[in-house]
């Protein structure tokens, strides 16, 4: 298992963008809208912002059922959105000791 320090960024990115893409498909897409208060006018201008990227990775992290159908459906391991999340502004862990 590669933990988030051994993915790539640009791989992170590329992870957020599929699941952007998937919840499009899946017509998730307004509810993730609402959730993050972005336009949907917006979203292709916001699509490069890796803050933005967190925000969906956060939206499809909510649900484990969300995340292991997203997985199916891109062909990657149920950890990747994590892993991903773990590489995008906000997903440091911290550790408190």
């Given at each position: 298992?590669?933990?988030?320090?051994?993915?790539?960024?640009?791989?992170?990115?590329?992870?957020?963008?599929?699941a952007l893409g998937?919840?499009?498909?899946?017509?998730?897409?307004?509810?993730?809208?609402?959730a993050s208060g972005?336009?949907?006018?917006?979203?292709?201008?916001?699509?490069?912002?890796?803050?933005?990227?967190?925000a969906v990775l956060?939206?499809?992290?909510?649900?484990?059922?969300?995340?292991?159908?997203?997985?199916?459906?891109?062909?990657?391991?149920?950890?990747?959105?994590?892993?991903?999340?773990?590489?995008?502004?906000?997903?440091?862990?911290?550790?408190?000791?």
């Amino acid at each position: 298992m590669i933990g988030a320090g051994g993915m790539r960024q640009e791989t992170a990115e590329t992870i957020a963008l599929q699941a952007l893409g998937w919840l499009a498909e899946e017509e998730l897409l307004g509810a993730f809208l609402g959730a993050s208060g972005a336009a949907l006018q917006d979203v292709p201008a916001r699509a490069q912002e890796p803050e933005f990227l967190a925000a969906v990775l956060d939206f499809l992290l909510m649900e484990e059922a969300r995340v292991r159908r997203f997985c199916a459906a891109r062909g990657l391991a149920c950890e990747a959105p994590m892993q991903a999340r773990g590489r995008l502004p906000g997903g440091e862990q911290v550790n408190w000791t």
